[in-house]
Every structure is written in structure tokens, then in C-alpha cells.
């Protein structure tokens, strides 16, 4: 029997190994509140550049690393 992969979605996010350590994932409701924009507009900002890719860690938790959002405000 031969498999094949369907990918059905896809994410606009990196996903992270389980091997490679993570600091603390700031995730979405967390983000909104910081920067006080909507869900569609932090997705938004990540496809076209503006923000930081989310990343998925463990395939099911979505956020930004605390670290990379920090290192994003300085930049700004």
C-alpha cells in the first residue's frame, strides 16, 4: 500500500523541533492584548513581514517566543 501526504492547511508559522529548547510562548489572546490589535491583524503582520512568525511547538501550541517578540519591540 503506497502513503501519501496531504497536506489539508497550511500554517503561517515555524515549526519548532521538540529538541530545540523554547523559552515561554506568548500565545495569541496574550499578543492581542499586548500590542491591543485582532487576531486578523497579528496574522496579517506576520505574512507580509510586519511581525514575527508564530511558531508551533509540540504541534498544537501556536504563539510568538517571548525572546523574538522582546528582540522585535527593539527593533521597532
Known sequence: MLFTYNKSKEHNCNVVSERQPVDRIIRIDEMR?????????LYRWSRNGTFIKPIMHKNRTIGWPRKSYAD???RV
Open 33 to 41: 492584548r499586548l500590542l491591543d490589535v485582532s487576531r486578523i491583524t
Open 72 to 74: 522585535w519591540l527593539n
